[in-house]
């Protein structure tokens, strides 16, 4: 099992920024990935991140979002820059388990954090 818990979701105009924690309760040796959803759409991938330090990203968020780990691999970060108000969701973490053929789907993800809201306005 693996517990994860987001925060530093908030309210920020366009073109701000936040960051993104996820606090993982043990080492996870394969992908983690932050996703989001607004109400009535599917859950889509945003960034992912391998044990090895390999990195995927949605086209819509390549150049402003950055995903990392602590050294520790007991934090994953999602920095995310020049925030537009399309980016307004909420994100989720998640951890992957098994053999993983795409890093954005949410189908290969099998553990999730509760959530945290990012609102941004124009």
């Known amino acids: 099992q693996v517990q994860l818990v987001e925060s530093g979701g908030g309210s920020v105009q366009s073109g701000g920024s936040l960051r993104l924690s996820c606090a993982v309760s043990r080492y996870v040796d394969n992908w983690m990935g932050w996703f989001r959803q607004v109400p009535g759409k599917e859950r889509e991938g945003v960034a992912a991140?391998?044990?090895?330090?390999?990195?995927s990203y949605a086209d819509s968020v390549k150049d402003r979002f950055t995903i990392s780990q602590d050294n520790a691999k007991s934090t994953l970060y999602l920095q995310m820059d020049s925030l537009k108000p399309e980016d307004t969701a909420m994100y989720y973490c998640?951890?992957?388990?098994?053999?993983?053929?795409?890093?954005?789907?949410?189908?290969?993800?099998?553990?999730w954090g509760q959530g945290t809201q990012v609102t941004v306005s124009s």
């Open positions: 991140i391998h044990s090895f330090g390999i990195t």
């Open positions: 998640a951890a992957a388990s098994g053999t993983v053929r795409s890093a954005l789907r949410e189908y290969y993800y099998t553990y």
